[in-house]
């Protein structure tokens, strides 16, 4: 960001590549990454899970993309919007998508961008194990799913 100016789009993914299927939220941000030019008012972060400090990520963004590998979503993905909320991991060292809007709330003293989640069903989370075939199935259809919530701009 050479203006100083955040880029009007953040796309943030977490998890851990090493952990099989939790590597679904930044396999996600490399490819939708790789296919987007530089001049495409996007940002794309990832990181282990979110933190308070990724409050301050929010600032100056018009949408925000949250993405992770779930459990509990129905296969491939499915699609949240989200409101600020604190909730039972704002004392964790990790945080809710829900509970970082809070941060920023507290933070900012208005209303964060909206926010939309997007859950990628995976089934293994093994420590050294790759994701798995079906779970490489769900990001594909996921990551095509971004790339249209992208262009809406």
Excluded at 17 to 46: K, Y
Excluded at 49 to 67: C, I, N, P, S
Excluded at 77 to 102: I, K, R, Y
Aim: glycine content about 8%; charged content about 20%; hydrophobic content about 45%.
């Amino acid at each position: 960001m050479t203006s100083g100016r955040a880029p009007p789009l953040l796309v943030f993914g977490w998890g851990n590549l090493s952990r099989g299927d939790d590597a679904l939220g930044p396999l996600c941000i490399e490819r939708l990454r790789a296919r987007c030019t530089a001049d495409a008012g996007v940002e794309f972060l990832d990181d282990y899970q979110l933190q308070v400090e990724h409050a301050l990520d929010l600032v100056g963004r018009k949408r925000v993309l949250f993405v992770d590998a779930s459990l509990n979503c129905e296969a491939p993905f499915a699609v949240t919007q989200l409101h600020a909320e604190q909730d039972p991991s704002f004392t964790t060292h990790a945080l809710s998508p829900q509970a970082l809007m809070q941060v920023f709330l507290d933070l900012q003293g208005v209303a964060p961008p909206p926010c939309t989640l997007l859950a990628i069903r995976g089934e293994l989370f093994e420590l050294g194990d790759p994701p798995s075939a079906l779970a490489v199935e769900h990001l594909n259809a996921a990551t095509q799913w971004a790339q249209t919530w992208l262009q809406q701009g």
